[in-house]
């Protein structure tokens, strides 16, 4: 059971707190003016301090201020009729967790408790986590060796604990969904759900239900009620991949929910809150885009508060070594045999440009490991793989099938650079379905 020490002058209000907080499972200890509660603070273990602003002997902001410096732990919550938004700053300033002002409703008092109690529980696997980002632990995509990447992780670190929007850019492949899923497990919000979607990947048509929800009626077809992403998000993290592929109406309405904390869902009169951390990532530039007028100006600056810029792997070769053998340690756990690369094997794959960047490598380990029989993996095991540069090419034969598949990758390749990595322009361009363009982008290494 929580120990929560309530500290006010009004006995009534000492009284209906102790009755409604012991209601709610907590124990419950009194007091009533700041220098009693002070010492009894430190004396005592407590969880929580409900504590007032103005009181006789010791204000509430005097004894924070003391409680702290004479080594208090407790997650301290201030209470005040006066003040108002000044009151709060400085008892935040002062290192205060949240601020309640009178009057408020007994439900506030113990949602803001319960905030604060799921804070303190995920304190200890935010500083184990940020510790583990800044040495770059051995998961997919954070494997890291270059200082460029160390420097993102670093960052990463930084931002985790704060409910700053962040956008996340880089080439395709460079690891941008991986980033952001460090981010929400080094965050407040790791025990809530993590929630992705790719905004090229789902007809424009689609997109608002797929991110708003909708109810039963709001369209042919909508037999039933159905909860969107931000929903699903809610208390939780939004990952919006490709938001430079975003329909401008729905920037628009994705900015009301940023700013306003609300969503409407299709066909629906009613707003709903919700609490959702979004973080956005592109391959795009979106100043460009937004000086163009192809992205809001607006919503550009609402998502950029903090931007984690992920460089090619071309430009961080460094990388490619440690990656690479990452990725043979993971392939052999999971097929259940011994598995290596060669000396030879790791300087062929340092000289490649991996043009789809972290995961072209990774598929190239991967389809070597299916096609060879040898456990030490050498350069012309990866002779399926598409070659992106000039080099000499591997030992082996190179079958027609193999020239069919590196020109297609080249023409997929040079169609997504023409249009400034528009799918949907890059399939037209091509003449075939988004659909088809998508399947083509994953088995070549360019999704």
């Known amino acids: 059971m929580k120990k929560i020490l309530v500290v006010d002058d009004e006995p009534g209000l000492r009284q ?3 009755l409604l907080l012991s209601d709610a499972g907590y124990a419950v200890t009194a007091e009533s003016d700041g220098r009693k509660a002070l010492e009894r603070a430190l004396a005592e273990p407590f969880d929580l301090v409900l504590c007032d602003v103005r ?6 902001l005097t004894f924070l201020r003391a409680y702290r410096s004479r080594g208090g732990v407790a997650l301290v919550i201030m209470m005040s009729a006066y003040g108002g938004e000044d009151a709060a700053l400085a008892a935040m300033k002062e290192g205060a967790y949240d601020y309640l002002p009178k009057p408020f409703r007994p439900d506030e008092v113990v949602l803001t408790l319960r905030k604060a109690e799921e804070r303190e529980r995920l304190g200890r696997d935010v500083a184990g986590l940020r510790a583990q980002l800044a040495t770059g632990p051995a998961e997919r995509g954070l494997v890291v060796e270059s200082r460029p990447m160390r420097a993102a992780l670093d960052l ?3 931002v985790a ?12 492949g460079t690891g941008k969904e991986v980033i952001a899923r460090a981010i929400h497990r080094a965050s407040p ?11 090229a990947a789902i007809p424009e048509s689609l997109l608002e239900s797929e991110l708003f929800g909708h109810v039963r009626g709001a369209f042919t077809g909508a037999s039933a009620d159905k909860a969107g992403l931000f929903d699903q998000a809610d208390g939780g993290t939004l990952l919006l991949d490709e938001i430079g592929e975003l329909p401008v109406g729905l920037q628009a309405k994705l900015l009301r929910v940023l700013q ?3 969503i409407r869902r299709v066909g629906d009169q009613k707003t709903r809150r919700v609490d959702v951390r979004v973080l956005a990532a592109t391959a795009r530039d979106l100043a460009a885009e937004a000086v163009a007028g192809r992205f809001r100006e607006d919503l550009f600056y609402r998502i950029n508060v903090v931007t984690i810029e992920l460089p090619p792997l071309r430009e961080r070769a460094e990388d490619i070594a440690p990656l690479a053998r990452h990725f043979v340690a993971r392939l052999a756990q999971r097929f259940g045999r011994s598995l290596a690369l060669s000396d030879a094997a790791v300087a062929w794959l340092e000289q490649q440009e991996w043009r789809g960047n972290v995961r072209e490598l990774e598929n ?3 389809r070597a490991v299916v096609l060879t029989d040898r456990d030490a993996l050498e350069p012309n095991d990866f002779v399926h793989a598409p070659r992106t540069t000039h080099h000499a090419p591997a030992r082996g034969e190179v079958t027609l099938s193999d020239i069919v598949e590196a020109a297609e990758r080249d023409a997929i390749a040079a169609a997504l650079g023409a249009v400034g990595g528009n799918r949907r322009e890059a399939a037209k361009r091509l003449g075939v379905s988004l659909r088809t363009l998508f399947y083509k982008m994953s088995r070549y290494g360019l999704d």
């Open 16 to 18: 209906s707190l102790g």
């Open 55 to 60: 009181m006789p002997e010791m204000d509430g």
């Open 156 to 158: 990463v670190a930084r």
């Open 161 to 172: 604990e704060h409910n700053t929007t962040v956008l996340i850019t880089g080439e395709s």
């Open 189 to 199: 919000r790791a025990a809530r759900p993590f929630v992705g979607i790719n905004c």
């Open 260 to 262: 306003e904390g609300e």
């Open 364 to 366: 190239a380990i991967e």
